[in-house]
């Protein structure tokens, strides 16, 4: 069990390039989330899949957010003409349901990207 | 609209000391999990209480649930600079997603 890892660690881009982070669950975990958590705050909900299917979005998630989980394994998030506002640490989160139904979301290091 | 406050935002403190950091809400959770996050890096999950009323201790962290399911405790005995970080509590959202609260930002200094 290696845990949740992201990449890459660190982005920096300009206003208006698209970037894309990548997050490998822990293995076997059927579901898979995305936070993003700005200076100050906890993390917020962005979207979450349950294998390969995209089953929730938050409101924060705009139209210039995408995610996928092609194979129902690892999962990609991008954001297209970035803004300053997306400055952020993005996180990803895997679980699965154990005993009794209740489930344990296991954190990566996350994303931070900065756009200048 | 479910959310969870936490209090206080900011604590320094020397070491050796003990101190107790809260987590509230309007809303009833079914579980509620405290998660450690150093600089840089994701949250770290703790504990995660369920029953109202609910104990549990981890070395020198006690983590307590209240009664009705809407509040939760963190107390920490004989602070170490190692327990230095941002201390987030978190309840299950609607969505399937963690609702977190803005966090508690702990500095432990020797």
């Known amino acids: 069990d290696t845990g949740v890892s992201q990449d890459p660690r660190h982005k920096i881009t300009k206003r208006g390039q698209n970037v894309t982070f990548r997050c490998d669950p822990i293995?076997?975990?059927?579901?898979l989330y995305w936070y993003r958590q700005t200076l100050g705050q906890g993390p917020e909900f962005l979207t979450y899949?349950?294998?390969?299917?995209?089953?929730?979005k938050s409101r924060l998630l705009s139209d210039r957010f995408s995610a996928e989980r092609p194979k129902g394994s690892f999962s990609t998030l991008e954001i297209q003409r970035t803004e300053q506002g997306d400055s952020a640490m993005y996180l990803c989160?895997?679980?699965?349901?154990?005993?009794?139904?209740?489930?344990?979301?296991?954190f990566g290091p996350g994303t931070r990207l900065l756009v200048l | 609209t479910q959310l969870l406050e936490q209090s206080p935002q900011f604590l320094s403190i020397q070491e050796g000391e003990n101190l107790t950091v809260y987590c509230n809400s309007s809303?009833?959770?079914?579980?509620l999990q405290w998660y450690r996050q150093e600089p840089g890096e994701g949250p770290v999950l703790l504990v995660t209480?369920?029953?109202?009323?609910e104990v549990k201790k981890l070395k020198r962290l006690t983590f307590q649930f209240g009664d009705a399911r809407k509040d939760s405790s963190l107390h920490i005995t004989a602070a170490q600079p190692g327990d230095t970080g941002l201390y987030l509590c978190a309840g299950g959202g609607s969505q399937g997603n963690l609702i977190f609260g803005k966090g508690t930002k702990l500095s432990v200094k020797p």
């Open positions: 209480v369920v029953t109202g009323g």
């Open positions: 899949f349950q294998n390969e299917a995209q089953l929730e």
């Open positions: 989160a895997s679980s699965r349901k154990g005993q009794g139904g209740r489930e344990t979301q296991y």
């Open positions: 293995s076997e975990h059927n579901r």
């Open positions: 809303s009833v959770f079914s579980s």
